[in-house]
């Protein structure tokens, strides 16, 4: 063997590495995005569809999307991606913050000669507040066109997913959790049509021997984490799909009401909130309020598999009468970990005790499976044989 052989192979495998990693890389990328549109709010990345943000962000093109809950305090001249009530028919928006009041925050697009609030949208609150656009040096990071491939792709998938629930005449493969069962089917079809396309060929059975003591195949570790990273994605959806922002509209007036969000200025209403579980383990849930003139008690619910929780939500009306938007946070977690720490973990931080669990729960299936399987390769089995079939290989010959 020439000495630069082993170098040429060790270079080889560092490119693979490379490659494999830009390919997990625009995986995520991509699932983000498609991810992102069905649940309603930006993942990672978003994008917008039309031209009231233009120069910043013509019609297509994509953002970086930081969550509210990492961006820190907003400020004026920030692009935030927010629930708006009046404009198109209410969604998500992303315009600039160019004014704050007491009441919220003043939005305006860039292309807009005014503001959100003088076409009848009211201020904007932290709670409607779902990302924050990354900016560098006073500049949004653009990627150009972005939005345009990931709404074909996210088309395409949508219509898969109806194509699939209604010729196998379920319901399950739509919405979010069908997106997961979608992805999950085809990224293991991939995997088998990865190993059939592999196995053939003449040049492929000449060196399958060679490739084996090389140590071909799918790493076992790869498999393991792969597995992993489906159910941490699936715990993420469990705690994140049905958590979110509930608003309250109350009306503060001059006389008493049987109504719980019509009450008499400068005084209190109270309405229930429920927390549901259609979920297979318990969770464990905080209400909190995310606007004043609100008050929550409990505010930590646990909720067992199929129950429900309630908790009170106290409305005050402020003693000028009008109409008043009030909102509380809802944030729910697996109960996989004890209260003590997720209590202590969600006083560190909201999203910390979703890390936590999901760290919980995809560590502990990868260890199992290192533990149970080992390590090595999944090797790709060869059908072929010698001519002489088995005789010939038990003689030797």
């Avoid at 999307?65 to 400020?75: C, D, F, H, R």
């Avoid at 293991?188 to 396309?197: R, T």
């Avoid at 040049?203 to 992993?228: I, K, P």
Wanted: glycine share 14%; with cysteine; hydrophobic share 45%.
């Amino acid at each position: 063997m020439f000495p630069w052989t082993n170098v040429g192979t060790g270079r080889m495998s560092v490119t693979r590495r490379l490659v494999g990693l830009v390919e997990v890389g625009l995986l995520l990328v991509v699932c983000s995005l498609v991810v992102g549109q069905f649940l309603g709010y930006p993942v990672l990345l978003g994008f917008v569809e039309t031209g009231s943000m233009a120069p910043t962000l013509d019609p297509g093109d994509g953002f970086v999307a930081v969550p509210a809950a990492l961006a820190g305090p907003i400020e004026s001249g920030d692009v935030v991606t927010f629930r708006a009530e009046e404009l198109n028919g209410g969604g998500l928006t992303t315009h600039r913050v160019v004014a704050e009041t007491e009441r919220g925050y003043v939005t305006r697009g860039d292309a807009n000669p005014f503001t959100d609030q003088d076409g009848g949208e009211p201020p904007v609150k932290d709670a409607q507040v779902v990302a924050v656009a990354l900016q560098v040096g006073g500049s949004v990071v653009v990627v150009p066109e972005l939005g345009t491939v990931v709404g074909g792709i996210r088309e395409a998938l949508s219509t898969l997913q109806r194509t699939l629930a209604a010729a196998l005449g379920t319901r399950s493969l739509l919405g979010p959790t069908g997106l997961g069962y979608l992805v999950a089917g085809l990224a293991g079809g991939l995997y088998v049509l990865d190993v059939l396309v592999g196995s053939g060929g003449d040049r492929e059975r000449a060196r399958s021997r060679s490739r084996d003591r090389e140590g071909t195949g799918t790493d076992v570790r790869l498999v393991l984490a792969a597995f992993a990273l489906l159910l941490v994605a699936g715990a993420t959806a469990a705690m994140v799909v049905p958590a979110g922002t509930q608003e309250y509209g109350v009306v503060s007036a001059e006389f008493d009401s049987e109504r719980p969000t019509v009450v008499r200025a400068g005084e209190a209403g109270r309405v229930p909130y429920v927390v549901g579980n259609g979920g297979s383990l318990p969770v464990v849930a905080y209400v909190e309020p995310a606007s004043e003139g609100v008050a929550v008690e409990p505010r930590r619910l646990r909720v067992p598999p199929g129950g429900t929780a309630r908790t009170t939500v106290t409305l005050h009306a402020p003693p000028e009468t009008g109409y008043y938007r009030r909102f509380v946070v809802e944030y729910r977690y697996l109960a996989l970990l004890p209260t003590p720490a997720l209590d202590a973990l969600y006083r560190l931080h909201p999203w910390a005790p979703i890390v936590a669990v999901d760290a919980a729960l995809g560590g502990g299936l990868y260890v199992l499976g290192r533990a149970l399987v080992g390590t090595g390769r999944v090797r790709r089995r060869r059908r072929d044989a010698p001519r002489g079939g088995t005789l010939a290989r038990l003689l030797g010959r």
